[in-house]
């Protein structure tokens, strides 16, 4: 696929979208995606992809640079992010039942700081919805040459609705929906935006679901005759003790990755800025120091082989580097993609490749 300099085009449709509220910007990029991918319009942001292809999770992920979960959270643009040369992509996070989320407005820019605040609260059209725009997208097919495929993920979630005790029932169904279809699955239990989301990552909650989500792909896994790896989405605002906690109980319930981390409520790094205050997660560069103390953290826990996807503040390939060096085996971009614009994958993906090479 021709490389049609995203990055410039990007530096001229910035200024456009940042002149929307932020989440109407994100509707029209979106509608520009769905109805542009699989056409000839793709090449103003297709990019070849880097092959610097690797084992994790008994995956072959075709380069180490992924979409983070939470830009398409309806699935609406897959062959969209395939273009764009992302080694993989994550989708969701998908609820069993569709339902609007919190009201607006409930995303903010904070420029200064390459950052935003939101509290979308897993606004998505539900399961069915999702299911069916993830089986209508062509990547899978379109992969030729001998290269391997994009691999794809699929992030589930809990309904705001649903009582916390009664969360497991949620996932379950979740999974039972993407199983077939997934790459890799993501447990999502760090959204700050859903009530008491995060409470589940703590020691018998997380124990309980973990337990009843392994029990359950081993049921699947005979069934669709694939194991599917399982990933855990963590927070990045926990102590040590409680990320120790956590690595221990990922690994006794058999689990194959954990991705960290999701955005942050601590709010020091943009102390003073227009909308600092907003309720909601925080992502972009101010999350990035925290991310990095959690996969090193996460790393020292779990040795040297557990797969750890890193997320948060990736908005160069520096960045990018400075997670691998943390301890992550591959990287996830959101904030940076709204910021920097679709040259920041194949920059970053180019970086870790030639960092390989001269390791
Ligand atoms: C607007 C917005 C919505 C998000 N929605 C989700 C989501 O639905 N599920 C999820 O697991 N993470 C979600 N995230 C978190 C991102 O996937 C990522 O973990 C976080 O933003 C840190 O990475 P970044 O600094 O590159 O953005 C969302 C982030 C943003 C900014």
Redesign the pocket.
């Known amino acids: 696929m021709p490389l049609l300099l995203p990055s410039s085009l990007y530096g001229l449709a910035r200024p456009f979208l940042f002149g929307f509220d932020p989440e109407h910007a994100h509707e029209i990029t979106l509608d520009g995606l769905a109805r542009t991918q699989n056409t000839p319009l793709a090449c103003a942001y297709a990019a070849a992809r880097v092959e610097d292809p690797i084992q994790l999770a008994g995956l072959s992920f075709p380069n180490r640079v992924g979409l983070?979960?939470?830009?398409d959270?309806n699935a609406r643009c897959i062959d969209a992010f395939a273009a764009m040369g992302f080694g993989f992509v994550e989708v969701?996070?998908v609820t069993p039942k569709g339902q609007p989320g919190n009201p607006k407005p409930r995303?903010f820019r904070l420029p200064q700081r390459d950052a935003?605040i939101?509290r979308?609260g897993?606004n998505n059209e539900g399961l069915d919805a999702f299911l069916a725009n993830v089986q209508k997208a062509r990547f899978r097919k379109q992969a030729g040459g001998g290269k391997s495929p994009m691999l794809l993920g699929l992030?589930i979630?809990k309904n705001a609705a649903t009582p916390i005790e009664r969360a497991v029932d949620d996932y379950l169904a979740c999974l039972d929906g993407v199983y077939p279809h997934a790459d890799y699955v993501?447990i999502?239990i760090?959204?700050p935006n859903t009530a008491n989301l995060r409470s589940l990552q703590s020691d018998e909650a997380l124990d309980a679901l973990l337990g009843a989500v392994a029990e359950r792909r081993e049921a699947l896994a005979k069934r669709h005759g694939k194991r599917a790896p399982l990933f855990v989405?963590i927070a990045p605002d926990l102590d040590d003790a409680q990320v120790a906690v956590i690595a221990a109980t990922l690994q006794r319930h058999g689990m194959d990755g954990v991705i960290a981390?999701?955005?942050t409520l601590a709010r020091d790094a943009v102390a003073g800025l227009p909308h600092a205050q907003e309720a909601g997660?925080l992502?972009?560069a101010p999350?990035r120091e925290a991310?990095n103390r959690v996969i090193a953290q996460l790393r020292a826990a779990l040795g040297k082989d557990f797969p750890i996807i890193g997320?948060?503040?990736?908005l160069s390939a520096a960045d990018a580097k400075a997670k691998i060096a943390a301890g992550a085996d591959v990287v996830?971009?959101?904030?940076?993609l709204i910021y920097r614009g679709p040259g920041l994958v194949r920059e970053t993906a180019q970086a870790l490749q030639q960092d390989r090479r001269r390791a």
């Open positions: 983070a979960a939470g830009l959270k969701g996070t995303m935003l939101n979308l897993f992030n979630g993501t999502n760090s959204s989405k981390t999701n955005t997660g992502s972009g999350v991310s997320v948060g503040g990736i996830q971009i959101y904030t940076g």
